[in-house]
């Protein structure tokens, strides 16, 4: 009954997700279960938080203890469009789904919540937009910042990240130019 395939949803390029909603009724119409909250906390350096969530599973009416299982999680305020607003609501129900992924419930294509999945897709498009729109105006962000560490400066004072293939290839064509 744990392992039953559940209602999915396609995400990262049509992988099938079962959202937590659905772990939760599933669980809720076949087991009896508790959820405790182990741990909450926020980061301010990093306006992030992180939750651990412990969910107490029988999967028999005649099993006499609960089975234990963990799930984490952390957000930043933010980042994705949940976060913006919900960053600790979305924290708590991603350590709640990993909780009921690691008791073996929705885990069609592993465990990762479909926020994370849909936040490293999206975070991906935007490092990636962001080193599109630097090549395109290079020769402005050079004349702007002759030396290579200065324009590094201002990528992490503004916030604009990328990855480190990105950040290399753009280092050598700016030491090209030079």
Not at 75 to 91: D, F, H, P, R, Y
Request: aromatic letters at 10%; a positive charge; hydrophobic letters at 35%.
């Amino acid at each position: 009954m744990r392992l039953r395939k559940l209602e999915t949803v396609k995400v990262n390029g049509g992988k099938d997700y079962v959202m937590v909603d659905k772990r939760i009724i599933h669980s809720a119409e076949n087991f009896d279960y508790n959820v405790k909250i182990k741990k909450v906390k926020y980061i301010h350096e990093i306006k992030t938080w992180q939750t651990s969530i412990i969910v107490e599973i029988k999967w028999t009416k005649d099993q006499k203890e609960y089975n234990v299982y963990e799930g984490t999680a952390s957000e930043t305020i933010g980042v994705g469009m949940v976060n913006k607003t919900s960053a600790l609501e979305n924290c708590y129900t991603s350590a709640l789904g990993k909780a009921f992924g690691s008791a073996g419930i929705g885990i069609h294509n592993g465990t990762a919540s479909g926020d994370e999945m849909i936040k490293a897709i999206n975070t991906s498009k935007q490092i990636d937009k962001h080193y599109n729109l630097i090549l395109e105006n290079l020769k402005g962000y050079q004349n702007k910042y002759p030396d290579f560490t200065d324009f590094q400066n201002y990528l992490t004072d503004k916030a604009i990240n990328l990855d480190q293939d990105q950040l290399t290839n753009i280092s050598r064509i700016w030491n090209k130019a030079a």
